[in-house]
């Protein structure tokens, strides 16, 4: 059960839950809003519409990534506040600090898209989206490994091995993120399928959490 009135700086994690919810919300609204309207090259000269609008398909796969990757980190925010019991201080900060990185993805997502074309420069905005994408798993894991330590924050009548294997899942992520950013100095098309492999894997519906009775929690 939730603590509605929990000592010192703790609190029900109600308000963190509703905050990050719009604030994801507006993030993900963001990317449509750089994708441009095709112009035309100039007004005494007609445009085809068919190839401009196929010529932004750098736009579209940079959109549908960043999309998907915001909808699973909104999902996974869901589920994992189903394991804390409340929050405090530094926990919303470490949050805040998850969602500014999420903030920032429409950023580099409109870098991506404008730069995919462009031979000189499709490295360094490959390279620089992958990293826009270590941040928030960064940040989502120092959330969970403050909040996890010693049962901080989150249930105390999860198993062990539970806690034990989610954490680790959320090391290998970060690492393999940072991997993906490293191989996309070298090749960023391999350094973006790693990034769309993680999303596809992070599809997957989450472990499901295991609970020990209150004797083996104690």
């Known amino acids: 059960m939730r603590h509605t009135h929990a000592p010192g700086t703790q609190r029900d994690t109600g308000r963190i839950e509703a905050f990050?919810?719009?604030?994801?919300?507006i993030a993900m609204t963001l990317l449509i809003l750089e994708i441009r309207v095709p112009q035309p090259p100039s007004p005494s000269e007609p445009a085809d519409l068919t190839r401009a609008l196929l010529?932004?398909?750098?736009?579209?796969l940079a959109y549908v990534l960043s999309f998907v990757t915001i909808g699973i980190y909104w999902a996974r925010h869901h589920d994992i506040f189903k394991l804390y019991t409340n929050t405090d201080h530094a926990l919303n900060l470490l949050?805040?600090?998850?969602?500014?990185?999420?903030?920032f993805l429409p950023f580099p997502t409109e870098v991506l898209?404008?730069?995919?074309?462009?031979?000189?420069?499709?490295?360094?905005?490959?390279?620089?989206?992958?990293?826009?994408?270590?941040?928030p798993a960064a940040t989502w894991t120092t959330a969970w490994l403050y909040a996890s330590r010693g049962y901080r924050l989150i249930d105390r009548h999860l198993s062990r091995e539970f806690v034990r294997r989610l954490t680790?899942?959320?090391?290998?992520?970060?690492?393999?993120?940072a991997g993906a950013a490293l191989v996309s100095l070298f090749s960023f098309r391999m350094g973006l399928a790693i990034c769309i492999g993680l999303t596809l894997l992070y599809l997957l519906p989450p472990r499901k959490p295991v609970y020990v009775h209150e004797a083996q929690a104690a």
């Open 20 to 25: 990050s919810d719009g604030v994801f919300a």
């Open 55 to 60: 010529d932004l398909w750098p736009s579209y």
């Open 95 to 103: 949050n805040l600090l998850f969602l500014m990185c999420i903030c």
């Open 113 to 135: 898209a404008r730069f995919m074309h462009d031979g000189a420069n499709q490295k360094v905005a490959a390279t620089f989206y992958v990293v826009s994408l270590v941040l």
């Open 168 to 177: 680790i899942q959320y090391l290998v992520t970060v690492a393999l993120y």
